[in-house]
């Protein structure tokens, strides 16, 4: 039997569905696929942007290949909207590729969770902004969590 992680669906408020987002945009700053992947199901199945993951083993696979190539990476996750089983989330990351060219990707996801609070399922769509400079980044915390006094999305205006 797999490890409860709480908050657990039904999500009945906002409080505890901003927490799981919350919960998740720490694991992704942490850029540790282990710790990201422990939060799916062993048989989560994931369309991101034009690819389709089936379980743990090809997610973090994914996530090794994106962060040794997405440099620096920086996210804020925001709840939109929650109910039962599911929340989705819009987002926004900032990182730069090897020759030091900055991105702004944007997206939304809609996650479905099972009883013990695991994800099940993950659709993300994304765009990538490419960023005319370096002084155009909004996210500048050191690499890690972001610090709780950061904007949010909203507060950015994003």
Do not use: C
């Not at 987002?21 to 939060?39: G, H, I, K, Q, T």
């Not at 900032?94 to 695991?118: I, K, P, Q, T, V």
């Not at 490419?130 to 507060?155: C, I, M, T, Y």
């Amino acid at each position: 039997m797999e490890k409860q992680r709480p908050p657990l669906p039904p999500f009945t408020d906002a409080a505890s569905a901003a927490l799981k987002v919350r919960m998740a945009e720490d694991a992704w700053n942490s850029r540790d696929p282990e710790r990201v992947v422990m939060a799916y199901t062993p048989a989560s199945r994931w369309r991101n942007r034009n690819l389709f993951l089936n379980g743990r083993d090809e997610i973090r696979g994914f996530l090794i290949e994106k962060w040794a190539h997405e440099l620096e990476y920086r996210l804020i996750k925001e709840l939109w909207a929650y109910t039962g089983d599911r929340i989705a989330v819009r987002f926004a990351y900032e990182w730069h590729d090897d020759r030091d060219r900055w991105f702004r990707s944007y997206g939304n996801e809609n996650w479905e969770f099972d009883e013990n609070g695991l994800m099940q399922r993950r659709h993300a769509s994304i765009n990538d902004l490419a960023l005319v400079s370096e002084s155009d980044r909004l996210f500048r915390w050191p690499q890690g969590r972001r610090p709780d006094e950061h904007p949010s999305l909203s507060d950015l205006g994003l």
